[in-house]
């Protein structure tokens, strides 16, 4: 059958929004039903969206597209954590494909004060263009297209014959994203290009306005084997249905095929998808009683384009590559990648942007694909997946990691970033009893750390304000800023959901009969060993007037050997008293970047540091530390290691290292060990805290070394780019054979912390896991006994 003969139906909406007769509600779902059933498309005419919106929006689009690059680039998604903003051409490539779509793109979605579940609830991004151009227009289409996806929901499940009441909890919170497209100017096409190459639409009603004369939308008819052309016509809507509509109707409504072709006509085209997925947290509307867990992991894959792929041929991109150079040593533009690592050691120069042009883009060390979570469903459906199909399995959210366990070649990564939420809750067991918050698996330090304050309150995450707090942070202990107070994020840990390797959702916490061992190793032994943890419960604590301050020492004819002597010597009283500080060391030049007081007034902070003071002058130098004193923890937070969202640490990768716990016994007599170890050239990158009386080595496996610590110390040479790969693993193996044994020489027994460590570390076993070993690996045998979650420093 030719492509002409089959059309899309077309169904005029009115008769349910305004209906006239009797019947008319009826006659409008009986054909949604229909068409959904057998298309799982139709066009829609009465659909109560004014035409003077539809133009109005259309030319907003055509101003925004029409701003310099330059200015658009300023916007480019990959820099927003709400990813929300501008998507350049080339940045979509779908499995088959031969080449990346040609479309560029601009999003905008519900207008949230605080970014959960992948950016679906979050703030936007809007150009620097007058209101009545761009914003006002646009958000008033986005509402109008919006409540339009909702009244298709309200259709959908009358014709499954469910009551509307449903609706309630569905559309409580909608997760509406909204797309602006548009499609080149083209002289000639390229074979194997696609303005949008083949997919699904993975979630629920998407609502499609065209440039009215322009077509290009294409859609499978799957029983004919053949590729049906979607008019383009004015005033009139395309909708279809996504994968969640599929799998929660029970197959009964079809989630398409479709793609938008490139047309050699010399005329660019627009376009604007709106899609309502319904509240993120709601269950299935379309069958609350269906009690199929099952899964589609096909309808999540992602398949992994190298984020550097701009840089190189055939996809190089000069504007894009140059961004990406740009970007590259700060976390926001990996963070919103499904593979991108941010320790470059780990990603074997396979395609970054700092290699030759003509170089070939190799996936490399890269996962192969990921599955871009949602939920518990999605979690274990690709568990199972990996299992059957025997392939490696990793589990990512952010890809901050020293040890390269977020990542793996012809991997299939579990891409958790998606798992946003938080809640505040009353906390009450025979351990605890105060308020807590609930951190879903993608929430990361800065979202917890907003969300805590708001309710005037604090949480322990980490001196990077990026970090996922559920994952890798918290299940290896977690040091903070807060440690001083609180201790590791692991010793605040009340609850855990885990999806276990057997696709089972548990709750494990200390009370729990079956599952409390599985709480003890979670906190903080290391992570990827026994499960995929959805969610974890921590302590939160009332929000305090917080001090600080920060200083450096830098003169020439200095004694440094003598200052870090003389300040390693006042260290213990100071963490005593519940400070925590980060601080450096090197051979001219030492320094405090941020000493931390909760519940410390200015002055306290002052007096504590007058020996150190009072020392420096006695060596020539005038100390004038830099003191600071906030009403709340989030603004000194922001103060030492903002700007928030994304701070100003850069990546996890920008040093290679080797790391080591020092003991309260240690520190007097460390300094020859540390000024030989300077004079190697490497520097120190230190956090000192007193976590010994938050230590509970019965409910939480913390290395036990923890309980004897004053300090967590890494020596480090700084990564470049500038320089053959090859050499800066010359650089980790000089850190490994020549600096490292001489600080374990002098801190026999010490063991060093998992998450910033030498990922060559050859006793890792006793040096990561200590005396817990044993115990911990027949957590794991009982958890996974079939291996399923593995990296290279995993409990086997």
């Known amino acids: 059958m030719a492509q002409d003969e089959i059309k899309l139906p077309l169904i005029d909406l009115s008769g349910y929004i305004n209906p006239k007769n009797p019947g008319d509600k009826e006659r409008v779902i009986a054909e949604v039903r229909d068409a959904c059933s057998q298309f799982g498309f139709f066009q829609a005419t009465g659909h109560g969206v004014p035409l003077s919106l539809q133009k109005g929006l259309l030319s907003s689009i055509d101003t925004l597209f029409a701003l310099p690059e330059e200015a658009k680039l300023a916007l480019s998604y990959l820099k927003n954590p709400s990813r929300r903003g501008w998507e350049k051409s080339g940045m979509s490539l779908r499995e088959g494909d031969a080449l990346p779509d040609s479309k560029e793109a601009y999003y905008i979605g519900r207008e949230d004060p605080v970014i959960e579940h992948h950016g679906f609830y979050g703030p936007n991004v809007w150009p620097d263009l007058p209101n009545d151009q761009f914003r006002d227009p646009v958000w008033e289409y986005y509402q109008a297209t919006a409540d339009l996806g909702k009244k298709i929901w309200e259709i959908l499940l009358l014709a499954l014959g469910h009551p509307l009441s449903i609706m309630e909890t569905f559309a409580k919170k909608p997760m509406v994203q909204m797309k602006m497209i548009r499609y080149p100017s083209l002289a000639a096409t390229l074979p194997g290009q696609f303005g949008v190459g083949a997919h699904k639409d993975f979630g629920g009603v998407t609502v499609l306005l065209q440039d009215p004369g322009k077509h290009g939308l294409e859609v499978w008819e799957e029983h004919k084997e053949v590729w049906v052309p979607v008019p383009a016509l004015e005033n009139v809507y395309v909708i279809n249905c996504g994968d969640m509509i599929m799998k929660w109707s029970g197959g009964q409504f079809k989630s398409a095929l479709h793609r938008v072709i490139n047309k050699a006509d010399n005329d660019a085209r627009l376009s604007c998808a709106t899609f309502f997925h319904g509240d993120v947290y709601a269950t299935n509307p379309l069958n609350p009683s269906d009690p199929s867990k099952e899964t ?103 890809g901050h990691d020293y040890l390269g366990r977020s990542t793996g070649a012809g991997a299939l990564a579990i891409w958790t970033h998606n798992l946003k939420g938080q809640e505040i809750k009353d906390w009450s067991d025979a351990e605890y009893t105060g308020k807590a918050i609930k951190i879903a698996a993608g929430v990361q330090g800065f979202e917890a750390l907003e969300a805590s304050s708001a309710a005037g309150l604090v949480v322990v995450t980490g001196e990077c304000p990026t970090v996922g707090i559920a994952g890798g942070y918290t299940q290896s202990g977690g040091h903070s800023p807060l440690s001083g107070a609180f201790g590791l994020s692991a010793h605040n840990t ?303």
């Open 296 to 398: 589609v992991v096909s309808g999540r894959l992602v398949k992994t384009v190298p984020l550097g792929s701009p840089c190189h041929d055939p996809h190089y991109d000069e504007a894009l590559c140059a961004m990406l150079q740009s970007e590259w040593g700060f976390s926001p533009v990996h963070i919103e990648s499904s593979s991108s690592v941010q320790d470059p050691i780990f990603a074997n120069a396979s395609c970054d942007p700092f290699t030759p042009r003509n170089s070939t883009c190799l996936l490399g060390n890269y996962v192969a694909y990921a599955v871009n979570v949602t939920g518990v469903d999605d979690i274990a459906a690709t568990i199972r997946f990996a299992d059957a199909n025997n392939i490696r399995l990793v589990i990512r959210n952010t």
């Open 494 to 796: 009340l609850e855990f959901e885990v999806v276990t390797a057997d696709g089972r959702l548990v709750t494990a916490s200390p009370s729990t009969k079956d599952h409390a061992d599985l709480f003890w190793a979670l906190s903080g032994s290391g992570s990827g060993n026994f499960g995929v943890v959805v969610s974890v419960t921590l302590r939160a604590h009332e929000d305090a007037v917080t001090s600080g301050t920060a200083f450096n020492i830098s003169q020439p004819g200095l004694d440094y050997p003598a200052v870090a002597n003389a300040w390693h010597a006042l260290l213990p009283d100071l963490l005593d008293s519940g400070l925590q500080i980060t601080y450096y060391a090197a051979t001219s030049q030492m320094g405090v970047v941020s000493l931390t007081g909760y519940n410390h007034t200015q002055a306290d902070l002052e007096a504590r540091l007058v020996p150190f003071v009072e020392f420096m002058a006695t060596q020539g130098f005038d100390l004038q530390p830099s003191y600071t004193q906030f009403d709340s923890y989030h603004d000194h937070y922001a103060h030492y290691y903002g700007p928030l969202p994304a701070g100003a640490l850069g990546v996890a990768g920008e040093w290679l290292m080797g790391g080591r716990l020092l003991s309260r016994a240690v520190l007097p007599d460390f300094g020859p060990t540390l000024n030989q170890t300077l004079q190697l050239g490497v520097n120190l990158i230190a956090q000192a805290m007193n976590t010994t009386r938050f230590a509970t080595p019965a409910t939480r496996a913390v290395l036990p070394q923890w309980q004897d610590t004053l300090v967590m110390s890494t020596y480090v040479l700084p990564w470049s780019f500038e320089v053959p790969f090859a050499d800066m693993v010359a650089t980790q193996d000089y850190i490994t054979t020549v600096v490292m044994p001489i600080v374990e020489s002098a801190t026999p027994g010490a063991g060093a912390y998992i998450n910033e460590a030498n990922y060559l570390q050859e006793d890792w076993q006793e040096v990561f896991y200590g005396s817990n070993y044993p115990e911990l690996l027949v957590v794991k045998k009982k958890y996974d006994p079939k291996g399923i979650f593995f990296n290279e420093h995993v409990l086997t």
